[in-house]
């Protein structure tokens, strides 16, 4: 893959960017795939089907073989982040270039204030790192990082039209610096309860981690083992728990990032048995594409550069067991949380573990890494796989159908997928700024070989043609009817209730419930798991079980099926039907 990136060319001079043919893929969306043809004209998808009759001059891509997805939607990244004495590596241009590189056509980041700044500073601040930078849309996250009267203001200004933020992240981690009391936490949920704004939490118990830190270090664990042993599975499973409960008794909607346990999901789980609202889970790229026993390594630079909070875990099943949450719908979305660091950054812990930076890379490699863990084993479908990737933090964030979606009037932020490409993971052929990959030598088959942003070719059969400062800032609107909606069963009639768009230019193909059950028919005669991304009426294992056999799908089935299948269309919500969230 050639990196060469061509700074900011004129829109107006890339005339056979403006009108672009995607011939005879199958496109997949969350609720189905159908073989058809896709036509882009100024950054917008204006026809999906057969037979397009289409204006001469027109570049066309031939995806005979290929998958036709929604760009991916990393709902999870730390571009330029100073934290910890340090600055992520991967800015804003380099960033985002990385996420196309893997199929990643928006971002969405995190402002995060130091205590006692105020929040729209901050906002002002990454906006001015950001906007000129980006090559592809992102959106912004809140960090509320102390709590005032002056703080709950600024919330209800950011979630205005003129800034265009609808989630705020609370930290129940980083004692001393970014970490939030339970009463804090209470009256930051009840704002965002009030805004109709969505909070998120980092759930690890921050007081536990600070006691064990001192313990470990004074008895002369001084490693980056040491960073794992200081917050086992229980710190975070007590914090979701805690975080579901105070969410509860505030009548919030709670967001969960980085869920890295089975303690963790356990206590999502039980917490969503008699929680009033909604109750959303991530997981991350480097949970389910490599695992914690990389602290015991014993090159500092090695295990150092997997330290992230909450930890990669020593246990052997739990990337696959987040793998079968995010099929089963326990967990909606999977991210990144890319945060990235030189070595010479991470060498500011030795000797002492709890001062290395946190974070790692996954931003390029999260559509790859999770192909091969779900898809190409079978437990997730391509329409799933759409669905975590990409779709569900679309409605969640409240930006579907504009983004997320293949269809008419969506923005043209498409993947061109190749099942079959094979390749190896390196640090030395990847696009961040620092030279480890926590995926180093893991052997993928399927990645991106185009990667459409707002219509422009960005990944060009391989070639990544970014272009600096092209992407925008997307606002992301309060009141999202997959949060604040009316509840089930109106599954249906909240897909038909997603806003229009300023510009009214969305219009709502999806088919009625008496499609979904012949569809659920057709795809078992097929001998493909009934309902396409969550099967209808399946029930949610128990977290650790395995259940390979639940999905028949296979990928080579799929995809030598490309030329006869017949369109297949179910409609399941954000996070499928199962949750009994919709
Ligand atoms: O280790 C991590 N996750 N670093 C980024 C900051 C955060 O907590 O998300
Ligand atoms: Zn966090
Ligand atoms: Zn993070």
Known sequence: MSSAPVKKVPIHLQSSQNRL??????????????????????????????????????????????????????????????MMGAKSADDFYKGTRAAVAGGTTTVIDFVLPQKGQSLLEAYDN?????????????GLHV??????????????????EQ??????????????????????????????????????????????????????????????????????EE????????????????????????????????????ARKRQQMPVYGETLAATVGTDGTHYRNACFRHAAAHVLSPPLRPDPDTPQVMVEALADDCLQTIGSDNCTFHEKDKEIGKGNFSKIPNGVNGVEDRMAILWQKAVNTGVMDPCRFVAVTSSNSAKIFNIWPQKGRIAVNSDADVVVWDPRLERTITAAAHKHAIDFNIFEGQH??????????????????????????????LKTPSNCPYVYGDELPAVNDRVDAAPQNASGRFTNGTPTPTDLTLVNKHLEGLGISSGCSTPTGRKMREVGQRDLQSSSFSISKEVE??????SVRVRNPPGGKSSGLW
Request: hydrophobic content about 40%.
């Open 21 to 82: 043919l995607i011939k005879n893929g199958r496109v997949v969306n969350d609720d189905g795939m159908e073989d058809a043809d896709v036509y882009i004209e100024d950054g917008i998808i204006k026809q999906v089907g057969r037979n397009l009759i289409i204006p001469g001059g027109t570049r066309t891509i031939d995806a005979t073989g290929k998958l036709v997805m929604p760009g991916g939607i990393d709902p999870h990244t730390h571009f330029e982040l100073e």
């Open 126 to 138: 990454w906006r001015k790192k950001a906007d000129g930078k980006v090559c592809c849309d992102y």
């Open 143 to 160: 960090g509320v990082t102390w709590w005032s009267p002056s703080v709950k203001k600024e919330m209800e200004q950011l979630v205005t």
């Open 163 to 232: 800034y265009g933020v609808n989630s705020f992240k609370m930290f129940m981690a980083y004692k001393d610096a970014w970490m939030l009391d339970d009463y804090d936490l209470y009256c930051t949920f009840e704002t965002c309860a009030a805004l109709k704004a969505l909070p998120q939490v980092h759930a690890e118990n921050g007081h536990i981690i600070a006691r064990n830190t001192e313990k470990l270090l004074a008895a002369g664990v001084t490693g980056p083992e040491g960073h794992q042993l200081s917050r086992d």
């Open 235 to 270: 710190v975070e499973g007590e914090a979701v728990n805690r975080a579901c409960v105070i969410a509860n008794q505030a009548k919030s909607p709670l967001y969960i990032v980085h869920m890295m346990s089975k303690s963790a999901l356990e206590s999502l789980q039980n």
């Open 444 to 473: 993928v088959v399927g990645s991106p070989q185009f990667v459409i942003v707002n219509g422009r070719v960005c990944l060009d059969d391989g070639d990544l043609r970014v272009v600096e400062g092209y992407g925008k800032f």
């Open 561 to 566: 099926g490309l030329e006869t299948k017949t």
